[in-house]
């Protein structure tokens, strides 16, 4: 019988803790990769698995993204992640949440939660009426960061597609740059829409019909099939849905010069990062790219809420993600591999 410390994910993790509330039959996993440069902080994900194996995983993984994320965000904030176990019909309750939010208060500030997918800011301020250890609360004064941190992602998403697209192809403007987007929600949505703005042609695709047929008629995107979108003959391909999507099979499809995206761990293992590099793909390291909403929440935590300084942040991710490229062309390593190196530099392991 394996044990946790044999997972191939475990990766050193500080503790990994497992809850279960009796009375509301609430079950979760909080998962503390580092806490080297600060209170391990990440999202809460509400997600219904087929297995609890497959909900550890994804614990382990999306921890350790945010102690990357949040070293390479230049915040002092180590790693951490949740995952609630939810059942085949995502059922969640008021007193579900109350239970939660007792076991975030039971780590007495070691783990920092905001949402992630299937949670929404109602949800954490039903949380926050039982820990202080919650970010993401929404903000009443629009000077204030905070609140949805889906906005900031899909900023600093927007601008790391726009400096792959200069650093690859060149070119200074999005207009009539093709873009295929798979999964058009809070981020997703976002990206599309600041791209529209700049003129690019866009090709989305998401499981929610009718959210991407009304987002396309708004935007005048075209909609593609869920099989077709990592398939397109495009500029660039950008993941906004769920992770592992990039494995041997969908990469020796891509049909793209970049892969540039805000979903969570986008490889679905590390071998995957040198298949993209082998295909000359410039990839956009995920945690990089994607750490808009981390620095928001993380800021609001922090006490350094105003969304200036936020703003400031999130374009310094373009300047990051050329850093990486720059030294994954010299190394001749994946851009992958080198962000991994420079977090790990960062975390002390
Ligand atoms: P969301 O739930 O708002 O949107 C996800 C969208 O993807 C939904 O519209 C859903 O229908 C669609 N989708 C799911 N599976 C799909 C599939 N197989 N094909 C096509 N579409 C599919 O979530 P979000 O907040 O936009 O997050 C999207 C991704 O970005 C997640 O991986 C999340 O972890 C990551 N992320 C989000 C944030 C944030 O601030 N919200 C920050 C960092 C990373």
């Known amino acids: 019988m394996s044990v946790m410390w044999d997972l191939p994910d475990f990766d050193g993790h500080e503790a990994v803790h497992f809850f279960h509330d ?97 949670i929404s ?41 726009k400096a792959a697209v200069k650093h690859k192809l060149g070119r200074d403007s999005m207009e009539d740059v093709h873009v295929a987007i798979q999964g058009v929600g809070s981020v997703g949505g976002g990206l599309a829409r600041l791209l529209a703005k700049d003129g690019a042609r866009l090709s989305i695709a998401d499981i929610n019909k009718d959210h991407a047929t009304n987002l396309a008629s708004e935007l005048g995107a075209t909609v593609v099939g869920l099989n077709d979108v990592m398939r397109l003959e495009a500029d660039v391909f950008s993941p906004n849905a769920l992770g592992a999507v ?21 490889l679905a293992t590390p071998e995957d990062g040198q298949r993209i590099f082998d295909r000359n793909i410039l990839f956009a390291p995920d945690y990089v790219i994607n750490s808009g909403g981390i620095i928001s929440v993380g800021l609001e935590y922090l006490g350094d809420s105003d969304v200036n300084e936020v703003n400031r942040r999130v374009e310094n991710i373009p300047a990051r993600l050329t850093e990486i490229w720059q030294e994954s062309a010299s190394s001749k390593l994946p851009s992958a591999e080198v962000a991994d190196n420079m977090a790990q530099a960062l975390i002390g392991r």
């Open 22 to 118: 009796v009375e509301t039959g609430l079950s979760a996993i909080i998962a503390l990769h580092s806490t080297h440069l600060g209170p391990g902080a990440g999202g809460t994900r509400f997600w219904h698995y087929e297995n609890r194996t497959t909900a550890v995983t994804d614990a382990l993984r999306l921890s350790r993204g945010m102690s990357f994320k949040n070293a390479m965000a230049g915040l002092p904030l180590g790693g951490g992640k949740a995952v609630i176990l939810a059942d085949r019909n995502r059922t969640k309750s008021p007193e579900m949440l109350t239970a939660f939010g007792r076991m975030i208060d039971s780590l007495a500030g070691r783990y920092v939660t905001a949402e992630d997918v299937g």
């Open 246 to 266: 990039l494995d041997k099979v969908s990469i020796a499809h891509l049909n793209v010069p970049i892969v540039a995206g805000g979903a969570n761990n986008q």
């Open 121 to 161: 800011t109602a949800d954490m301020v039903a949380v926050s009426k039982q820990t202080k250890f919650v970010s993401g609360l929404p903000v009443s004064d629009q000077s204030d960061a905070g609140g949805d941190p889906g906005p900031f992602t899909a900023m600093g998403v927007y601008l790391g597609v």
